[in-house]
């Protein structure tokens, strides 16, 4: 035992003690530097992997397909084709300046555009009410109110004459006991429907005597169009927003759980997902509200985490990545565009609208909205247009796809912008759809003696007009800030 004085005194104890805690609290600090570093190395970051499987257009970008006949034009779905790439080449005269034909407002949001067959159109409004419209005199032939919310497009079945369309709840203003429901498109009457208990906002999709969507729980289905037999589920990791693309037998579909799932449209099973988590992503991570488009062997998805996808179709690989800084709930549009070639484009909460080089990710050029406004909703290829809308000044803008370049503007609009058929632009206003005609065609209705009034009390816009390629801020604009997401998709 040792002496007193070879005894550790309290003093010295102390000391010892807070030696060692000092170095341990340089550990910590050194912990946490190390941390600190290591997530600034592997902060997300832009990736590009341009020599990754991708299929280069075979036929000559400066051919435009000749336009269909107006009483056999068929606009069917969300996002026009099967792949969902939202391009529509059909209409070589379809171009600004436009004025404006005949209006039909409601009284609730318009979110998501129509769809067309020959002479009418048909939509659904927020409240859930679905309405089929003539295209060429404006005139309502049928509505009808099938729940009490509701935020997608119907997709349309004319072989056997039905419209699908889901809600997302029947009782109440929140989600939650929806359905899926057809509907005939003569008359509006219920052919079937299906119990949704989540409900869903997925626009559907129809092929080979199926339709595709998904639900709020996650669940993708496959029914019979002409029944509502259940062919198979699929279980996603988190709720689909989004509406499904399909090239051949490949169903593509993302989730609020991060990722991206190629299903065998025809079984149901998984080829492949992909995830927007992790360090090949540069520890991206968010939840996937938009629709894929496909085209070029690759999908393109854009993320909550304001990042833009391209995945090889086949695989799943990362292909690219590109940070925006915001939200980016808008869809992608692509197409091949003469003198451009392989492009993506899209728009984010930053205010800024983007076009990329399809194959590498590359930022062709970028438009910055006029006043820096949210951009949620999809946007629209019309021939060498594309068109999109904001969600804060209410404004729907045409750039030239090339360019950049803004040749009109319409002063309404907020989510996705517009459809087409050969001879006429349908533009989707805030509670208001418009047909618009090229400027130098006849008249083929009368326009309304007034501008009809929105529910919030505000005049209908004013007629299009076009506008310089850069549009600058004359004055400060403020505005309370908003924090509430939009639902389009």
Known sequence: MPDDDERPSGR???????????????????????????????????????????????????????????DHFLWPR???????????????????????????????????????????????DDNATVKAVDTITGRVRWQRRIGRLAAASPVLDPAKGLLIVPTLSDTGSSPGSGQVIALSMRT?????????????????????????????????????????????????????????????ENLYVDDYGGHVYDINARTGHQIWAASANGAALGFSSGTFYTTPAVAFGRVYVGNTSGYVYSFTANTGQLAWSYGTGAYVYSSPAVADIPGLGP??????????????????????????????????????????????????????????????????????????????????LYLVGGYTL??????????????????????????????SRSGPSVVRRSRPVSRKARTGRGRSH
Not at 189 to 201: C, D, M, N, V, Y
Not at 399 to 419: E, I, M, Q
Not at 447 to 460: Q, Y
């Open 434 to 463: 418009y047909q618009l005609l090229p400027a130098s065609t006849r008249r083929t209705s009368r326009p309304p003696a007034a501008p009809p009034r929105s529910r919030t009390g505000h005049s209908a816009p004013r007629q």
């Open 188 to 248: 509006g009457a219920t052919i079937w429907h299906h119990f949704l208990p989540s409900g869903s906002e997925s626009s559907g999709l129809i092929a080979g005597g199926s339709v595709y969507f998904g639900d709020q729980a996650g669940t993708v289905y496959s029914m019979n169009a002409a029944t509502g037999h259940v062919n198979w589920t699929f279980q996603a990791s988190g709720a689909v927003k989004g509406g499904a693309a399909l090239s051949g």
């Open 78 to 124: 969300y996002g026009y084709d099967l792949a969902r790439t939202r391009a529509f080449t059909g209409a070589p005269d379809l171009h600004p300046p436009f004025r404006r034909g005949w209006t039909v407002g409601q009284n609730a949001l318009l979110e998501f555009p129509p769809v067309i067959d020959g002479h009418t159109l048909w939509y659904m």
């Open 343 to 424: 492009t993506v484009y899209l728009g984010s909460y930053n205010g800024d609208f983007y076009a990329f080089n399809a194959r590498s990710g590359a930022v062709r050029w970028v438009h910055r909205d006029a006043y820096g406004d949210r951009i949620s909703g999809s946007p629209t290829i019309v021939n060498d247009v594309v068109y999109y809308s904001d969600l804060d000044d209410k404004l729907t803008t045409g750039l030239n796809a090339r360019s950049g370049k803004v040749v009109f503007t319409f002063h309404d609009g907020a989510f996705s912008p517009v459809v087409a058929d050969p001879t006429h």
């Open 12 to 70: 010295r104890l102390n000391g010892r003690l807070a030696r060692r805690l000092m170095a341990g609290a340089g550990a910590a600090v050194l912990l946490v530097v190390a941390a600190v570093v290591f997530v600034l190395v592997h902060a997300p970051h832009n990736v590009s992997h341009p020599n990754l499987s991708f299929t280069a257009p075979t036929t000559s970008t400066t051919t435009t397909a000749a336009p269909p006949p107006p």
